[in-house]
Each structure stands twice: as structure tokens, then as C-alpha cells.
């Protein structure tokens, strides 16, 4: 009997209609996975 391990793989990132940041990931046995990140208010970072 094998073991799965779920690697996530990232797929993306979006940004919601009430500012939150999304981080999409997926692992290739098909499970999936949504972390969603609170962006606080400010201004923008600069590189």
C-alpha cells in the first residue's frame, strides 16, 4: 500500500472584489486549495 503526499504546485494568484489576496494551488492527484491573505490598507510597496 502506498502513501500520497499532496505536493502543492503553485497555480496563481487573485485579488477578491473586497481586496483580498488569493494564492491558488493544486496538487496533480487533482486536490486544490485556496489561501486567502488580508491585504492591509496603504500604500503599495515599491521594489
Request: proline content about 2%; charged content about 25%; glycine content about 8%.
Amino acid at each position: 500500500m502506498s502513501v500520497h503526499v499532496h505536493v502543492r504546485l503553485n497555480d496563481g494568484y487573485a485579488v477578491t472584489e473586497d481586496g483580498h489576496l488569493l494564492e491558488l494551488s493544486s496538487c496533480h492527484c487533482g486536490a486544490s486549495w485556496e489561501t486567502s491573505y488580508r491585504v492591509d490598507e496603504g500604500e503599495p510597496e515599491s521594489i
